[in-house]
């Protein structure tokens, strides 16, 4: 049995039937969870339970046939959204498919019914579709044709339906992202704040790799005698360091990190494309030619097409292929000697800077190159530094989240910054505050209301909480039974008071 | 498709227009004026005039004219702008029920939306009449700085004269929409637009996929071309005093011809350096003699007398680009709007501040009905490719503890917009909230006006601070504000849709609405008898012209003679019907007429 990883997604098999599955009660909660677009950490969540048990389960169902895992989730997961949110591909169907009655195209339609149902998830950038590094000039362009587009009065007097109000939802958000994005101040803050949640975005994802022991970027294994970094990987280590120029770090361009991050991951490596003697016979054709210096890894493909193969004995191709090869090695032994290098000191350079980010990128990569130990545990001390920073940028981030009662974001970044720190009963609380304020997961405010109590017993400020949530949802007992012990830490406290008041009259 | 009119309802001249051909023209009254004033007068024998006529009789009939009905519509009774309307104007002005504000004339008492509604009414005659069909539909311009109340009464005026008001736009609004119409301009426009009674100033951009953004409007409801000629006439009548130690302000018709002297001599200076007022008789003296008004005025006193009013327009100018963050040096053109900005000193004024000539290309009378047709013709019809952005010109917000008002929806917000915001209880116990909807810019809430209110009960009781209710406000395209407020921890909800008031209730609007619709049935009605006394008329005359000859002619034979023998007789019949006043009996003989015209014309083409 294959046990799937969390960020899988289970779907249903067409004409299996369900009687065939095992049907214990936690089983059949999973069951009911499937829907072919939550993954299997979203699940857990929804359940209630471990991801690990759910992935466990899951593994069995599949071996009844009635379940299938998508081999890898389709887009790269993102890990800043809260699991409670799994952030499928926007579908369009449900009840709010195509209304026939409207008087409103239906390409329209989709499109407005699946703004709307992104809209918490666009970023102004998005929303608007230009580039973060758009001018004014394209933005409002940009603005004007949404409005000419969106706005109620292109459609005055038209059965816009329940459509009606979603629209007004969306041009008033294109309006707050066109007011912000074109005046200077409102803009910097705001990409501040989108800089920094990239920069956690960016952190997760190499964090993750690292503790799943995953090769973001694998180092060429020994057997395969590509002369060249492949399309795969050399790419990476160029866009993280330019050629020419000054290196760039990562506030100053956030959204090219994440994207460096991420592209690795789904890019199919080519090196099967082409059967090891064609690419030696390229090589050895290429380095007699002298042109070593032409590492542009993307031009193998073509190159066989493009010179034909030169007839040779057996022995003769032999020797020179081994020549080649030893060459080769020397050369990329070398190569790799200076990438490290390259690599050890870029992050330097961006440890000087307090790029932490910058920093840990480039060692990342630089352990890739090199055996030498010290290397090594330097970059466990900045992974486990960087882990700090994450943790800092999500409390920030959190924070900024609450102030502006995007209690949901603040939920996930606390949820986040509790990954970090799982013993720190404040945070478990914070995000239980920030999941009760949401209001959509109470079962899971619970648990980490339930945690922080757990943690520090003692705290009435906790136990509030917990029993604010139990009230939220209704849990009166539980409720009462929380600010009883509340009231007997902190006595004088008048708000723990009235709130018995309130749950005692709610239990009569 | 059904053709959608623009009114311009202008505090002192109303303009209509419709868009034809692709291409908005304003569409004259029956004497041929492109404009019409916004008058409206009771006759002694009970009959309604608007427009020229009652302009015209205005002088003889003071106290049963209205004259700039637009300032006291949608207001309190008990505003100061109000007050200030009783004492310069000759009709009487009276509080309403609901202390709003009512025009007594000949005994009877009209709300103002009513007064408008005659107006407007008019404008809807005179499209009828140019387009030859019936029309419902229109888009009404109100100025920018009109509350939601205002807007409502203006609306019900609508109604009242049949109207569908498919939408309220703001005159310089419509201004810029006239200006930049199908001419594929992306620029930043201004509009000052200093018309009768209001002034406002409108920054817009014009941009791609023909939108027209407001970025920022302000302005004041309480200065325009009226008070100009205030400061005539006080100059005048101070004069006078001084001369004779008469106050002339003691006789409504002195009064009455003094306004109109001072608008004629106010608008003569636009042209020449000095004019002279010349009012003989104006008044007797005690030993019964007639005294004569005479003096002669220049451009430079009319501009001193005014400055202060000038320079309060390019304050709020200043106040607006301020607001709006934007420098003089963005505004990339000046549109002139209204009347009064034909006024010299205004133009340099204008000119001065915004360091550049204002555009000369649009007629100020007329560009804002014509851009109201525009908007009309843009929403009925998508195929014209045109989006207005509109914003909220006042702040929409909540009274809160203390009396103090809480914005959510600041001034020169893009609508539709929707804001939400947490309050807490101001009391131990609370177990309901009232949620006082208010517009306006004060900090203190009585200065506001207030739209609307609801309860939220319910309430969880709680020691003050500790129960969270939040409070949402949206306003969609048509202007509609909505306020919802939730209770944090119950989720209890009480939503209204806030409908501002007009000063009018439901019923009083009802029956305001059938009143007119019966009026305007018998006026239609009316005009149809006159025309047919008309025909009838012509018919008449013709037929006595040609009856000497065709007598002549049919003489010779039995059939003739028993011919004109007949038409002698309808003759008759038709002459006592007209003489009568008869209209069912005219209308009964013009067949007759018609035929008997017809044959005469034939007898006597035959035979000549």
Same mark, same amino acid.
Request: proline share 5%; with cysteine.
């Given at each position: ?14 004409? +299996? ?106 970023? *102004? ?98 057997? /395969? ?7 795969? +990987? ?30 690795? /991951? ?59 090869? +030893? ?47 010290? /290397? ?54 914070? /995000? ?69 008041? *309130? ?6 | ?262 608008? #004629? ?168 909230? #009232? ?109 006595? $012209? ?26 008759? $019949? ?5 003489? $009568? ?28």
């Amino acid at each position: 049995m294959t046990i799937p990883s969390s960020d899988q997604v289970p779907r249903w098999v067409a004409g +299996r039937d369900v009687p065939g599955l095992p049907t214990g009660a936690f089983e059949r909660m999973v069951l009911d969870a499937i829907d072919g677009q939550r993954s299997i950490a979203a699940i857990a969540d929804l359940v209630g339970l471990g991801a690990e048990d759910v992935a466990q389960m899951i593994g069995a169902l599949t071996a009844g046939g009635a379940i299938t895992i998508d081999p890898r989730p389709g887009p790269a997961p993102r890990p800043f959204t809260s699991p409670t949110a799994p952030t499928a591909p926007v579908t369009v169907g449900g009840s709010d498919a195509f209304d026939p009655s409207l008087d409103i195209a239906a390409p329209l339609q989709a499109r407005i019914l699946e703004l709307f149902d992104a809209i918490d998830t666009l970023d *102004h950038y998005a929303l608007l579709g230009v580039p973060r590094d758009a001018d004014r000039k394209a933005i409002k362009s940009a603005y004007y044709g949404f409005a000419a587009k969106f706005h109620t009065d292109r459609h005055f007097g038209k059965n816009l339906g329940p459509l009606k109000s979603k629209m007004e939802v969306i041009f008033g958000r294109a309006t707050v992202a066109h007011d912000v994005l074109s005046r200077k101040e409102q803009r910097a803050e705001y990409d501040r704040y989108l800089s920094e949640r990239d920069r956690t975005r960016a952190y997760e994802e190499l964090l993750s790799a690292v503790d799943e022991g995953r090769e973001l970027f694998p180092t060429p294994p020994p057997r /395969v005698a590509t002369p060249l970094p492949s399309a795969g +990987r050399l790419p990476v280590a160029q866009a993280v360091q330019p050629d020419s120029g000054p290196m760039k770090v990562a506030p100053v361009n956030p959204a090219r990190i994440t994207a460096d991050f991420e592209r690795p /991951v789904e890019r199919p490596l080519p090196a099967s494309v082409l059967d090891e003697r064609t690419r030696k016979e390229a090589l050895a054709r290429r380095l007699g030619a002298g042109r070593q210096r032409s590492v542009s890894g993307t031009t193998i493909p073509g190159a066989p097409s493009l010179t034909p193969p030169r007839k040779t004995s057996v022995e003769e191709g032999k020797a020179a292929a081994d020549a080649i090869k +030893r060459l080769y090695e020397d050369r990329r032994d070398n190569a790799r000697k200076a990438q490290a290098q390259r690599m050890l000191e870029a992050g330097e350079a961006a440890l000087a800077k307090e790029d932490v980010v910058g920093a840990a990128n480039h060692y990342r990569l630089a352990v890739q190159y090199t055996d030498d130990p010290a /290397v090594h545990s330097k970059f466990k001390q900045i992974s486990q530094k960087a882990r700090e920073v994450l943790f800092d940028a999500y409390m920030k981030q959190a924070r900024y989240e609450e102030s502006q009662a995007k209690w949901k974001e603040a939920a996930a970044s606390y949820a986040k910054a509790h990954e970090a720190h799982p013993d720190d009963a404040d945070i478990a609380a914070s /995000v239980a505050q920030a999941l009760r304020k949401e209001g959509r997961d109470l079962h899971r405010a619970a648990r980490f209301g339930e945690l922080a109590v757990q943690k520090n017993p003692n705290s009435s400020g906790f136990r509030v909480t917990l029993g604010a949530v139990y009230l939220d949802a209704g849990l009166f007992l539980r409720a009462k039974t929380e600010l009883e012990v509340a009231l007997r830490l902190s006595p004088e406290d008048a708000k723990i008071k009235e709130l018995l008041v *309130h749950v005692r009259k709610a239990l009569a | 498709m059904e053709r959608v009119i623009g009114i311009d309802l202008g505090t002192t001249n109303s303009c209509v227009a419709v868009l034809e051909n692709g291409a908005p023209a304003v569409i004259p009254n029956r004497g041929g004026y492109k404009t019409t004033p916004s008058m409206v007068a009771i006759t002694e024998a009970g009959k309604k005039l608007v427009g020229h006529i009652a302009k015209r009789q205005a002088i003889t009939n003071a106290e049963n004219t209205v004259f700039a009905a637009k300032r006291l519509i949608g207001r309190k009774f008990s505003s100061p702008q109000v007050k200030n309307a009783i004492a310069t104007s000759a009709y009487r002005i009276v509080e309403g029920p609901h202390g709003d504000v009512r025009i007594s004339l000949r005994n009877k008492t009209y709300g103002v939306a009513e007064i408008s509604a005659m107006i407007l009414q008019e404008m809807k005659v005179i499209a009828e009449d140019y387009l030859g069909a019936p029309v419902s539909k229109a888009v009404i311009t109100v100025p920018a700085y009109f509350n939601d109340n205002q807007r409502q009464a203006t609306k019900d005026a609508g109604a009242i004269a049949g109207l569908d008001v498919i939408r309220i736009i703001n005159e310089p609004t419509a201004a810029a929409l006239a200006y930049g119409f199908g001419k594929d301009l992306e620029r930043t426009v201004a509009v000052y637009d200093l018309g009768g009674g209001t002034f406002d100033i409108s920054v817009l951009e014009i941009g791609a996929h023909g939108v027209f953004r407001v970025i920022a409007t302000a302005g004041d409801t309480f200065l325009g071309g009226e008070d100009f000629d205030a400061r005539v006439i006080d100059w005048l009548v101070e004069g006078f005093q001084q001369e004779h130690n008469i106050d002339l302000r003691q006789d409504r018709m002195a009064l009455q011809r003094l306004k109109d002297a001072a608008e #004629k001599a106010k608008c003569e200076l636009s042209a020449t350096r000095e004019t002279e007022i010349n009012l003989p008789f104006i008044i007797s003296s005690g030993r019964n003699e007639a005294l004569h008004l005479q003096r002669v005025i220049s451009r430079e006193v009319l501009d001193s007398l005014c400055s202060d009013l000038v320079e309060r327009t390019v304050d709020i100018c200043r106040q607006t680009l301020q607001d709006a963050q934007l420098g003089k040096e963005e505004i990339e053109d000046v549109v002139l709007v209204g009347g009064m900005t034909r006024m010299p000193r205004i133009i340099e004024q204008v000119a001065e501040f915004f360091g550049r000539e204002p555009c000369k290309g649009v007629h100020p009378d007329e560009v804002v009905a014509l851009g109201a047709a525009i908007q009309g013709a843009a929403l009925m019809d998508q195929k014209t490719e045109m989006v207005l952005l509109d914003v909220t010109p006042h702040t929409l917000g909540i009274m809160t503890f203390g009396s103090n008002f809480r914005g959510l929806i600041p001034q020169n917000t893009t609508v539709p917009t929707s804001r939400s915001e947490i309050f807490t209880t101001s009391r131990d116990n609370q177990t309901a909230v #009232k949620i006082l909807v208010m517009q306006g810019e004060h900090d203190k809430a009585e200065e506001n006006e207030l739209l609307g209110e609801f309860v939220l009960t319910g309430l969880r009781k709680a020691a003050k601070g500790q129960v969270e209710i939040e409070v949402t406000f949206e306003i969609n395209a048509d202007g509609i504000v909505s306020v919802s407020a939730k209770d944090m921890e119950t989720g209890q909800k009480q939503a209204i849709q806030v409908t501002a008031s007009s000063g009018l209730t439901k019923d009083e609007l009802h029956n305001m609405i059938e009143a007119a619709q019966g009026e305007m049935l018998e006026r239609r009605a009316s005009e149809e008898d006159e025309a047919s006394k008309q025909e009838a008329q012509r018919l008449i005359a013709e037929i006595e $012209r040609l009856f000497p000859q065709v007598e002549q002619i049919v003489a010779s034979s039995d059939f003739g003679r028993d011919a004109t023998e007949k038409a002698r007789g309808i003759l008759q $019949r038709a002459r006592d019907a007209v003489a $009568r006043g008869d209209a069912a009996g005219i209308k009964e003989h013009l067949e007759a007429l018609g035929r008997t015209a017809r044959m005469f014309r034939g007898v006597v083409q035959k035979t000549s």
